[in-house]
C-alpha cells in the first residue's frame, strides 16, 4: 500500500518542485491541541461543503464521512474538474480501502508526494490523518495556483492581502493568523473589490466582533463564501490556527480571481513605464553631462588657442605652470565625465533594444561623433598650446641673451668712443714741433688701426639689433635708438677721422721728426692691445648651449686659444723690452721728455694691466665651461632618466591595450569571466598610474631645464598622456560592452554556449578585426549559423529588411551588439504595443477609453498620473467627459521618443 503525507509537517514542500513553501512547521503538539482541531474540523468541513454541494451534497461529520472514500471522491472530481476511476460501491473494509487508494492516487498524480498517510488510517477515522489529507488537498488545489510576480502560494497570497489593503487605515497584513483578529482585514478585501457592499470608513479597531461577523456574513450572502471561521473563537484564541485562516482567506482571493486580471494588467502596464520612465531619466541624464562636457570644451578652447605672451618670460612660465596644473586638476574629470557619458549611452541603447523600444537620438550636435569631434579638437589644442608654450620659452630666452650681450657690447663701444669726437675735431697739431706732428700723425696712425678693429665689434652690435627686431624684443625702441646713435656716432668718427688725416698730412711737410723707439712701441703695443681687448671681452663673453656637443665645441675651442698663450707672452715680453729700451736711451742721453711716447696713449702700465687681467680671466673661463658642462651632463641624465622610465611604460600600455582588445573579441571563457578579467585590468590599470605620474615628474625637470628633445626614446610624454586616457577608455568600453552582453543574454534567456557561438561565428567573418561585418559578411554569417536567406528576389528583400533592423543609420557595417540583438530576438517574447492595449482593454472593462478615476485605482500614484499627463483625450462618438485614449498613448511607448 502506498505512503503518503506526514501530517506532522503539513508546512513542509509537498513536491520536488516546492510549488508550495512554508514559513514554518504544523508542529505535532498544535495538531494535538482540541482547541485548534475543533476549530480546523469546523474550517475545513465548511471548505469542503463549499465545493461538495456543487454536486448536490455535504459532509457532517468529517472524519466518518470520508470512511467509505466515497465523498472524498467526489471532491476531488469536484475541485480538480476531472474524473476520477469508478469508485467500489461495496460496504466492506477492503472496498472503503481501494476508494480511499484511488482518492490518494490522484492527489499523487497531481505532483504531491504524501508521506505516513495511507488508506487505512482514513477508513478508521483517524481525525489526525484526516485533516493532515484535507490540508493537503487545500494547499494543492486551493492555494498552490496562487502567483504573485513569481513568489511561492504562501507569499503570493500574502502580498495580495498587503496590497489590497494598504490604502485603508488600521489594516498592517503581516501574517495568516493576529493580523486578521480584529475583522478589519477581511472588511477591507470586500471594500476594495465591492465597495457597493460595506461601508468601510463606518467601522472601527474597537468593534472585532462586529467587524468579522459582518465580513463573514457579507461573504457568505453576496460573495458565496461559507462562514469557515468563528468569530468568537478568533478572538478568543491567543494565536489563530494559520490554516484555517489562510483556507479561508484563499476563498476571497478565489472569489475576487476576477479582478486579479485588472490587477495583472496593471502590473504589466507599471512594469512597461517604469522602463519608459527610467529610459527618459537616463535619456536627460546625457543630455545634461554632454551639455555639461560640451560646454566646458567650448569654455576651454579660446584659452588654449590663446597666443599672447606679452614677450615676458614670467608671463610664459606662468602660462606653463598653469597648463600643467590644467592636465594635473582641470582635464582628469573630464575624461572621466567623457567615459561615463559613452557607457551610459550604450547602457540606454541596450536597455533599448531588450525593451523593444527605437534607438536613442540624442539632440542636434550631442552626438557621441560629435563629442568625440569636439574631444578630439581639444586635444588638438592641448598639442599646439604645449608647442607654443616652449617655443615661446625658448624665443624668449633667447631675447633675453641678447639683449644683455647688446647692452655689454654697446657699452664697452661706448666707453671706448667716449671723447674721441672732441680728440678729432682738436686742431693741437697746427701749433706743435715737428717731432709733436710727426708723433700725433704715428698716433692717428694707430686710432685709425684701432677704429678699423673696432667695426667689427659695430657690425656685431647691429647685428645683434637687427635679431631682437626679427624676435620682436619688446624693448626694440630702446634698442634701436642706442644702435641708432652708436652708428650715427661711428659715422661721424669716420669722418672726423679723415679730416684730422687730412690736415696732419699737409702739415707734415713742415713736421719731419720721428721717434723710431716710441713709433715702434705704438705699432706693436696697439694692435696687442686690441688683442688684449678682443681677449677680455671673449673671455667673459656670455654663451648658451643645449647638448653636450656645443659644450665641448666650447671647450675645444677655449683649449686651441690657450695654446695660443705662448706667442702672446712673447709679444708682451717684446713690448715691454721696447719701453725698457726707450727708458735706458733716455736715461743715458737725457732726452727731455723722452718717457713719454707721443704716438700712443697707452703705456707699459695699461698693457700690465690688460695682460694680468687675462691671465685672470682665464681660469674662470675653465670654471664657467666646466659649470655648463656639468649641467648639459644633469641634462643628459634626466633624458637617460626619462627614456627608460619612458620605454618601460610605453610597451606596457600597449599591451594593456592588445590584451583589453582581445578579451573584446568575446572568445576568452564566459562573459563574466571576461568581466572579472577586465575589472582586473581596471584594477592594474589604477595600481600603474604611479608610473606615469613619476614620467609627469621627470618631464617637468626636463623641461625646467630647457631640455627639448631626448634620442634615447620614441615616446613623448604627450604620446604616453594620449595613450593612458586610450587604455583607461578602452577597458570602461570593453567593460561596458561585456556587462551589456550579461544583460542582453540575462534578460534574453540565451545560454553561453549560444552566446559563445554567437561570437565565434561573428568573430570567423570579421577578417579585418575591426568589431564589425559589411553585408556581404554578415549575411555569409547568418547563414553558417542555420539562418535561411534565399538567393532568389525576395530573399534579397528579406535580407535587406534584416539589414535595416541591425544597421538603422545605414552605415554599411553591422556592430556585434546589434548582431546579438537580432539573434536573440527571433526567439524572444518582449513586450509589444498590442499586449499593452490589451492590458488598458481590462482595465477599463472593455471600453475603447479610461478615465483618470480608473487609472488611479489601478495603478500606483506616480505612475497613474504619468499617464493621465501623457494620454489624448479620447474623441470617439461613445467618449465621455475626461475620457482617456489609452491606444494612441500605447503605440507612442514603442514609436518615436520625444526627446
Not at 500500500?1 to 509537517?9: L, V
Not at 579660446?302 to 615676458?312: A, D, I, K, M, T
Not at 665645441?553 to 705662448?566: R, S
Not at 631645464?705 to 613623448?716: A, D, I, K, L, P
Amino acid at each position: 500500500m502506498a505512503q503518503y503525507a506526514n501530517p506532522n509537517q503539513f508546512g513542509a514542500p509537498l513536491d520536488e518542485n516546492q510549488y508550495m513553501e512554508q514559513e514554518e512547521e504544523w508542529e505535532r503538539e498544535g495538531l494535538l491541541d482540541p482547541a485548534w482541531e475543533k476549530q480546523q474540523r469546523k474550517t475545513f468541513t465548511a471548505w469542503v461543503n463549499s465545493h461538495l454541494r456543487k454536486a448536490g451534497t455535504q459532509i457532517e461529520n468529517i472524519e466518518e464521512d470520508f470512511r467509505n472514500g466515497l465523498k472524498l471522491m467526489l471532491l476531488l472530481e469536484v475541485i480538480s474538474g476531472e474524473t476520477l476511476p469508478k469508485p467500489d460501491r461495496g460496504k466492506m473494509r477492503f472496498h472503503k480501502i481501494a476508494n480511499v487508494n484511488k482518492a490518494l492516487d490522484f492527489i499523487a498524480s497531481k505532483g504531491v508526494k504524501l508521506v505516513s498517510i495511507g488508506a487505512e488510517e482514513i477508513v478508521d477515522g483517524n481525525v489526525k490523518m484526516t485533516l493532515g489529507m484535507i490540508w493537503t488537498i487545500i494547499l494543492r488545489f486551493a492555494i498552490q495556483d496562487i502567483s504573485v510576480e513569481e513568489m511561492t502560494a504562501k507569499e503570493g497570497l500574502l502580498l495580495w492581502c498587503q496590497r489590497k489593503t494598504a490604502p485603508y487605515k488600521n489594516v498592517n497584513v503581516q501574517n495568516f493568523h493576529l493580523s486578521w483578529r480584529d475583522g478589519l482585514a477581511f472588511c477591507a478585501l470586500i471594500h476594495r473589490h465591492r465597495p457597493d457592499l460595506l461601508d468601510y470608513s463606518k467601522l472601527s479597531k474597537d468593534n472585532p466582533l462586529e467587524n468579522l461577523n459582518l465580513a463573514f456574513d457579507i461573504a457568505e450572502k453576496y460573495l458565496d463564501i461559507p462562514k469557515m471561521l468563528d468569530a468568537e473563537d478568533l478572538l478568543n484564541t491567543e494565536k489563530p490556527d494559520e490554516r484555517q485562516v489562510m483556507t479561508y482567506v484563499s476563498c476571497y482571493y478565489h472569489a475576487f480571481q476576477g479582478a486579479m486580471q485588472a490587477e495583472m494588467a496593471a502590473n504589466r502596464i507599471c512594469k512597461v513605464l517604469k522602463v519608459n520612465q527610467d529610459n527618459e531619466r537616463l535619456m536627460e541624464e546625457y543630455e545634461r553631462l554632454a551639455s555639461d562636457l560640451l560646454e566646458w570644451i567650448r569654455r576651454t578652447l579660446p584659452w588654449l588657442e590663446s597666443r599672447q605672451s606679452g614677450n615676458s618670460l614670467t608671463a610664459v612660465q606662468k602660462k606653463l605652470e598653469e597648463y600643467r596644473e590644467y592636465r594635473r586638476k582641470h582635464k582628469p574629470p573630464r575624461v572621466e565625465q567623457k567615459a561615463k557619458l559613452e557607457t551610459n549611452f550604450n547602457t540606454l541603447q541596450t536597455k533599448l533594444r531588450l525593451s523593444n523600444r527605437p534607438a536613442y537620438m540624442p539632440t542636434e550636435g550631442k552626438l557621441i561623433t560629435d563629442i568625440q569631434r569636439a574631444w578630439n579638437g581639444l586635444l588638438g589644442s592641448e598639442k599646439t598650446f604645449e608647442e607654443w608654450l616652449l617655443a615661446e620659452l625658448m624665443r624668449l630666452e633667447r631675447l633675453e641673451h641678447l639683449a644683455k650681450k647688446f647692452k655689454h657690447k654697446a657699452d664697452i663701444h661706448e666707453a671706448w668712443t667716449s671723447g674721441k669726437e672732441e680728440m678729432l675735431s682738436s686742431q693741437d697739431y697746427k701749433n706743435c714741433k715737428i717731432f709733436e706732428l710727426k708723433a700725433m700723425k704715428k698716433k692717428h696712425e694707430a686710432f685709425e688701426s684701432d677704429l678699423a678693429a673696432h667695426q667689427d665689434r659695430v657690425e656685431q652690435i647691429a647685428a645683434i639689433a637687427q635679431e631682437l627686431n626679427a624676435l620682436d624684443y619688446w624693448d626694440s625702441a630702446a634698442v634701436n635708438t642706442r644702435c641708432q646713435k652708436i652708428c650715427d656716432q661711428w659715422d661721424r668718427l669716420g669722418t672726423l677721422t679723415q679730416q684730422r688725416r687730412t690736415g696732419m698730412d699737409e702739415a707734415e711737410k713742415v713736421l719731419e721728426r720721428v721717434d723710431s723707439l716710441h713709433l715702434e712701441f705704438a705699432k706693436r703695443a696697439a694692435p696687442f692691445n686690441n688683442w688684449l681687448d678682443g681677449t677680455r671681452e671673449d673671455l667673459v663673453d656670455m654663451f648658451i648651449v643645449h647638448t653636450l656637443d656645443e659644450i665641448q665645441g666650447l671647450i675645444d675651442a677655449h683649449a686651441q686659444f690657450k695654446a695660443t698663450l705662448g706667442e702672446a707672452d712673447k709679444e708682451f715680453n717684446a713690448i715691454i723690452a721696447l719701453i725698457h729700451e726707450c727708458e735706458s736711451f733716455a736715461k743715458q742721453y737725457n732726452v727731455p721728455g723722452a718717457t713719454i711716447n707721443p704716438y700712443t696713449n697707452l703705456t707699459g702700465k695699461d698693457v700690465q694691466s690688460k695682460w694680468n687681467e687675462v691671465k685672470t680671466l682665464v681660469p674662470q673661463r675653465d670654471q664657467t665651461l666646466q659649470d655648463e658642462l656639468k649641467k648639459q651632463q644633469n641634462n643628459e641624465a634626466l633624458r637617460r632618466q626619462f627614456a627608460e622610465k619612458s620605454n618601460q611604460v610605453g610597451p606596457w600600455i600597449e599591451r594593456q591595450m592588445d590584451a583589453v582588445a582581445a578579451i573584446g573579441m568575446g572568445m576568452q571563457g564566459s562573459l563574466e569571466e571576461q568581466l572579472s578579467r577586465l575589472r582586473e585590468y581596471e584594477e592594474a590599470v589604477y595600481q600603474f598610474k604611479p608610473h606615469l605620474e613619476e614620467l609627469e615628474r621627470i618631464n617637468q625637470q626636463i623641461q625646467e631645464s630647457f631640455v627639448f628633445e631626448n634620442r634615447y626614446t620614441q615616446y613623448t610624454m604627450e604620446t604616453l598622456r594620449v595613450g593612458w586616457e586610450q587604455l583607461v577608455t578602452s577597458v570602461n568600453r570593453t567593460i561596458n560592452e561585456v556587462e551589456n552582453q550579461i544583460l542582453t543574454r540575462d534578460s534574453k534567456g540565451i545560454t553561453q554556449e549560444q552566446l559563445n557561438e554567437f561570437r565565434a561565428s561573428f568573430n570567423h567573418f570579421d577578417k579585418s578585426r575591426s568589431g564589425r561585418l559589411n553585408p556581404e559578411e554578415f549575411k555569409n554569417c547568418l547563414i553558417s549559423l542555420g539562418y535561411s536567406v534565399g538567393q532568389d528576389k525576395q530573399g534579397e528583400i528579406d535580407f535587406q529588411r534584416i539589414l535595416s533592423i541591425v544597421d538603422p543609420n545605414a552605415s554599411g557595417y553591422v556592430q556585434f551588439d546589434c548582431f546579438l540583438d537580432f539573434m536573440t530576438r527571433e526567439s524572444t517574447d518582449v513586450d509589444t504595443a498590442e499586449q499593452i492595449i490589451d492590458s488598458f482593454r481590462i482595465l477599463a472593462a472593455d471600453k475603447p477609453y479610461i478615465l483618470p478615476e480608473e487609472l488611479r485605482r489601478e495603478l500606483p500614484p506616480d505612475q497613474a498620473e504619468y499617464c493621465i499627463q501623457r494620454m489624448q483625450p479620447y474623441s470617439g462618438v461613445d467618449a465621455v467627459q475626461g475620457a482617456l485614449d489609452y491606444m494612441s498613448f500605447s503605440t507612442a511607448l514603442y514609436g518615436e521618443s520625444d526627446l
